[in-house]
């Protein structure tokens, strides 16, 4: 089963941008819908974004207009780009396809602070 490494996160002031990146071990061309998740301390997992086969992108409504979703699929890998971060935005990151993989990577960590 392909395996899914997310990378990029780190500190941040609000305001300041940052851009994930998720690489898998072999090929995302197949899956039809790849997503970016986020979860907090003591709160759910909360969808962020995703992006189809046909390069059709959807957006959870906290990030709409601040964050956006692509993909290459010549390095299997698929991005998020994330500007005018605010501190709700603190999170581990992380990428899966819909429907998901059985096992989650470890995230990215990113914290927006003053």
């Known amino acids: 089963q392909v395996q899914l490494v997310e990378s990029g996160g780190g500190l941040v002031q609000p305001g300041g941008s940052l851009r994930l990146s998720c690489a898998a071990s072999g090929s995302i061309s197949s899956f039809y819908v790849m997503a970016w998740y986020r979860q907090a301390p003591g709160k759910q997992r909360e969808f962020v974004a995703s992006i189809n086969i046909d390069d059709r992108t959807m957006y959870g409504d906290p990030v709409k207009g601040r964050f956006t979703i692509s993909k290459d699929n010549a390095k299997n890998t698929v991005y998020l780009q994330m500007n005018s971060l605010r501190p709700e935005d603190t999170a581990v990151y992380y990428c899966?396809?819909?429907?998901?993989?059985?096992?989650w990577g470890q995230g990215t960590q990113v914290t927006v602070s003053s």
């Open positions: 899966n396809r819909i429907p998901f993989l059985s096992s």
